[in-house]
């Protein structure tokens, strides 16, 4: 705090503190620029600007916020952005909504990092205008008035040029001229003037929001997408036999066909040997036991060598072109773990957790263990040359192609770790793709996406009845959440074969499909799903004769299999644009728990999907849907046209609409509004 001086003679302090003739000098207050306006409630923001929001390239970012200030003023409001890799802050200006509501949106024209902040200020012109109007208009003398407005006026003509000077000079001159003051008003209020006021006036007592914001404009497949996961090993026509990387190209064709968008591979890399299970998790392997792909590691090399098996990394770099060619991208999976006979357990065991006996312990996951990983320790005094590696393994896979990474167990590494490795990736790379497989607590999940995941696995496999549908992702499609946390809503996965599944079969194969395809702009399945393979271990969630464990062959066209429904929905995901969005997830009322009714649109209304699924496999069921009129854009009373892009059968709906759903059937409706004419 500055102090006044005070001479030699002044009264010195006492121990107990300012002797009472002297007197602190006052606070100075708050700095120049923060002293009037009050700028606050800004979305989409995550945490108070800590952590990125995400969005879309190509799409604008729209931006509200709180502004207002003391007194009755004019303000204006400016948001101000750039991308990472610019130095200048672009404008975009700001309009009042209600209530001291503001909106405004900017560009994110590139795949990249963008920053902004807003900026108010007052429009001193502007706020001169609108008290002289009034008191003009109530007949008050207002000659004194008028000269404030002049001087305005003047002020902005020395900073004009051209056409703003002429425009401003006959403004002045014909004030100058008139004979009543208050007839003034017509000129002063003209709102040209008033537009070039107010963008030649001064901002003042402008106030800047602190700290600068940050959003995330990824590439589209972020959020957008359908992923198939495959095991290339088990791609053979012969029972028992492993292929090849390039066998495995062979059936990239039928991916393509069924719509999917990325091809998702299990780790690809060497096969440790040292307790390599056998079928169904079993400790004993059989002589050509393949082990799990999870068990990363052997005398081949580890994380950035290829399973020989497989082939060679010329083989893995031909798989990816060949994907590239359909349109389709490969994720990897990054698997932070090792086999026994890793080379970094010979090269590096200061990167490991010894136990007392010098021993290294083995995973595990109560109750599953799993004898042929060890984990890697993060606490070690040498984590941080670990963690350099580990980014090394992500930087050497982009280097082959690969843009996208399924990320296997996240949660159990530190956050801290995640930030920095993903930040650093994604400066460098800024169209990768990273899906966090973090099956946990709900804090976590979002503590990893807040991190820089792009994506996450979520609680959807284990979401069955209409409330619990309804709750989960309402919470998922909403900000807070909905501006950071991205779902990928996979059907099931090698670890995950769902009681519904197990007990149903192909109707809640159908099911479940339409409900993550349209639920959700990302979702995944597992490759056997197309056969609607369901035998589970009794008791377990794991699939019977698993593919982790061993080599499976499969007749891909056996009969029951529901290849041409996947094909038709992803064929409606592409076709209908309101499908590749999530924040416009809209539920709706139905009075049966068995059915559950949701709406889609574009923001401009052009494209709306009506979707109406059975929730329960075994048996048919009916309900009254209610869709409020402007949910599909149309007047109160008002009916419309709607076509199941399913079966081709259409109908006249209102806002009461009857809906019956069999599921040997089909279990769902997924109705494209058409408007009367």
């Given at each position: 705090?500055?102090?006044?001086?005070?001479?030699?003679?002044?009264?010195?302090?006492?121990?107990g503190g300012m002797s009472p003739e002297v007197r602190a000098e006052p606070a100075a207050g708050p700095p120049p620029g923060s002293r009037s306006h009050v700028i606050e409630a800004?979305?989409?923001?995550?945490?108070?600007?800590?952590?990125?929001?995400?969005?879309?390239?190509?799409?604008?970012?729209?931006?509200?916020?709180?502004?207002?200030?003391?007194?009755?003023?004019?303000?204006?409001?400016?948001?101000?952005?750039?991308?990472?890799?610019?130095?200048?802050?672009?404008?975009?200006?700001?309009?009042?909504?209600?209530?001291?509501?503001?909106?405004?949106?900017?560009?994110?024209?590139?795949?990249?990092?963008?920053?902004?902040?807003?900026?108010?200020?007052?429009?001193?012109?502007?706020?001169?205008?609108?008290?002289?109007?009034?008191?003009?208009?109530?007949?008050?003398?207002?000659?004194?008035?008028?000269?404030?407005?002049?001087?305005?006026?003047?002020?902005?003509?020395?900073?004009?040029?051209?056409?703003?000077?002429?425009?401003?000079?006959?403004?002045?001159?014909?004030?100058?001229?008139?004979?009543?003051?208050?007839?003034?008003?017509?000129?002063?209020?003209?709102?040209?003037?008033?537009?070039?006021?107010?963008?030649?006036?001064?901002?003042?007592?402008?106030?800047?929001?602190?700290?600068?914001?940050?959003?995330?404009?990824?590439?589209?497949?972020?959020?957008?997408?359908?992923?198939?996961?495959?095991?290339?090993?088990?791609?053979?026509?012969?029972?028992?036999?492993?292929?090849?990387?390039?066998?495995?190209?062979?059936?990239?064709?039928?991916?393509?066909?069924?719509?999917?968008?990325?091809?998702?591979?299990?780790?690809?890399?060497?096969?440790?040997?040292?307790?390599?299970?056998?079928?169904?998790?079993?400790?004993?392997?059989?002589?050509?036991?393949?082990?799990?792909?999870?068990?990363?590691?052997?005398?081949?090399?580890?994380?950035?060598?290829?399973?020989?098996?497989?082939?060679?990394?010329?083989?893995?770099?031909?798989?990816?072109?060949?994907?590239?060619?359909?349109?389709?991208?490969?994720?990897?999976?990054?698997?932070?773990?090792?086999?026994?006979?890793?080379?970094?357990?010979?090269?590096?065991?200061?990167?490991?957790?010894?136990?007392?006996?010098?021993?290294?312990?083995?995973?595990?996951?109560?109750?599953?263990?799993?004898?042929?990983?060890?984990?890697?320790?993060?606490?070690?005094?040498?984590?941080?040359?670990?963690?350099?590696?580990?980014?090394?393994?992500?930087?050497?896979?982009?280097?082959?192609?690969?843009?996208?990474?399924?990320?296997?167990?996240?949660?159990?590494?530190?956050?801290?770790?995640?930030?920095?490795?993903?930040?650093?990736?994604?400066?460098?790379?800024?169209?990768?793709?990273?899906?966090?497989?973090?099956?946990?607590?709900?804090?976590?999940?979002?503590?990893?996406?807040?991190?820089?995941?792009?994506?996450?696995?979520?609680?959807?496999?284990?979401?069955?009845?209409?409330?619990?549908?309804?709750?989960?992702?309402?919470?998922?499609?909403?900000?807070?959440?909905?501006?950071?946390?991205?779902?990928?809503?996979?059907?099931?996965?090698?670890?995950?074969?769902?009681?519904?599944?197990?007990?149903?079969?192909?109707?809640?194969?159908?099911?479940?499909?339409?409900?993550?395809?349209?639920?959700?702009?990302?979702?995944?399945?597992?490759?056997?799903?197309?056969?609607?393979?369901?035998?589970?271990?009794?008791?377990?969630?794991?699939?019977?004769?698993?593919?982790?464990?061993?080599?499976?062959?499969?007749?891909?066209?056996?009969?029951?299999?529901?290849?041409?429904?996947?094909?038709?929905?992803?064929?409606?995901?592409?076709?209908?644009?309101?499908?590749?969005?999530?924040?416009?997830?809209?539920?709706?009322?139905?009075?049966?728990?068995?059915?559950?009714?949701?709406?889609?649109?574009?923001?401009?209304?052009?494209?709306?999907?009506?979707?109406?699924?059975?929730?329960?496999?075994?048996?048919?069921?009916?309900?009254?849907?209610?869709?409020?009129?402007?949910?599909?854009?149309?007047?109160?009373?008002?009916?419309?046209?709607?076509?199941?892009?399913?079966?081709?059968?259409?109908?006249?709906?209102?806002?009461?609409?009857?809906?019956?759903?069999?599921?040997?059937?089909?279990?769902?409706?997924?109705?494209?509004?058409?408007?009367?004419?």
């Amino acid at each position: 705090m500055a102090k006044r001086s005070t001479s030699s003679s002044a009264v010195p302090r006492t121990s107990g503190g300012m002797s009472p003739e002297v007197r602190a000098e006052p606070a100075a207050g708050p700095p120049p620029g923060s002293r009037s306006h009050v700028i606050e409630a800004i979305t989409p923001m995550v945490d108070c600007g800590r952590y990125p929001v995400k969005r879309v390239m190509g799409e604008p970012c729209v931006v509200e916020a709180d502004i207002f200030r003391d007194g009755d003023h004019v303000l204006h409001a400016m948001i101000k952005w750039r991308s990472s890799r610019e130095t200048q802050f672009s404008e975009s200006p700001m309009v009042l909504v209600d209530n001291d509501r503001w909106r405004g949106e900017f560009p994110l024209e590139r795949n990249d990092r963008y920053f902004f902040t807003i900026e108010a200020w007052t429009d001193l012109f502007a706020s001169w205008e609108r008290g002289f109007r009034k008191k003009a208009e109530a007949g008050r003398d207002v000659a004194s008035d008028l000269l404030e407005g002049i001087a305005f006026i003047e002020s902005a003509a020395r900073r004009a040029r051209d056409a703003d000077r002429t425009a401003i000079d006959a403004a002045l001159e014909r004030v100058r001229a008139l004979g009543e003051p208050r007839d003034a008003v017509a000129i002063v209020s003209d709102p040209q003037l008033l537009a070039l006021m107010a963008r030649l006036g001064d901002r003042f007592s402008a106030t800047e929001y602190q700290p600068l914001l940050e959003v995330v404009a990824d590439r589209l497949l972020a959020r957008f997408g359908a992923w198939y996961e495959m095991f290339p090993r088990s791609q053979s026509d012969v029972p028992g036999r492993a292929a090849t990387l390039r066998e495995a190209e062979r059936r990239l064709p039928a991916i393509h066909d069924l719509g999917f968008d990325v091809v998702y591979l299990p780790p690809i890399h060497p096969i440790g040997h040292t307790h390599r299970k056998g079928p169904n998790n079993s400790l004993t392997p059989l002589p050509d036991s393949p082990g799990s792909p999870w068990a990363i590691g052997s005398e081949a090399g580890g994380h950035t060598a290829v399973e020989p098996a497989l082939g060679s990394l010329e083989d893995f770099d031909h798989f990816v072109s060949a994907a590239r060619r359909l349109g389709l991208e490969i994720a990897l999976d990054f698997a932070i773990q090792c086999s026994p006979d890793h080379p970094w357990a010979r090269e590096h065991p200061e990167w490991f957790r010894h136990r007392p006996d010098g021993s290294i312990k083995y995973a595990e996951n109560p109750p599953k263990e799993y004898q042929d990983i060890y984990p890697l320790d993060f606490e070690a005094p040498a984590a941080g040359a670990l963690m350099e590696a580990l980014k090394e393994v992500v930087l050497f896979w982009i280097g082959h192609g690969v843009r996208i990474f399924r990320v296997d167990n996240p949660h159990t590494k530190p956050v801290p770790f995640w930030r920095w490795l993903l930040a650093d990736v994604r400066e460098r790379y800024p169209d990768t793709i990273f899906l966090a497989e973090a099956f946990t607590r709900p804090k976590m999940m979002m503590a990893l996406a807040k991190a820089g995941f792009t994506q996450s696995y979520t609680y959807f496999t284990w979401r069955n009845t209409k409330a619990e549908f309804v709750e989960y992702l309402t919470e998922l499609s909403q900000p807070p959440v909905s501006d950071f946390f991205r779902p990928n809503l996979f059907t099931n996965t090698p670890d995950i074969l769902s009681p519904i599944l197990q007990s149903y079969g192909r109707p809640a194969f159908k099911m479940r499909l339409v409900l993550a395809a349209t639920l959700s702009p990302s979702y995944g399945i597992y490759s056997g799903y197309e056969l609607c393979e369901n035998q589970a271990v009794p008791g377990t969630e794991e699939y019977l004769n698993s593919e982790k464990y061993e080599i499976r062959t499969r007749d891909w066209h056996a009969p029951g299999n529901i290849n041409e429904f996947i094909a038709r929905i992803n064929a409606i995901r592409h076709e209908n644009p309101c499908l590749r969005l999530f924040t416009n997830l809209r539920f709706l009322d139905t009075d049966s728990d068995q059915i559950l009714c949701y709406a889609k649109a574009t923001p401009d209304g052009s494209n709306t999907i009506l979707v109406a699924v059975n929730l329960d496999p075994a048996g048919p069921h009916y309900c009254t849907a209610v869709v409020p009129p402007q949910v599909v854009g149309v007047a109160p009373g008002e009916s419309y046209g709607v076509t199941d892009l399913m079966t081709g059968s259409s109908w006249t709906w209102g806002e009461r609409n009857y809906v019956r759903l069999d599921p040997a059937i089909e279990p769902a409706h997924i109705l494209l509004v058409t408007k009367h004419t």
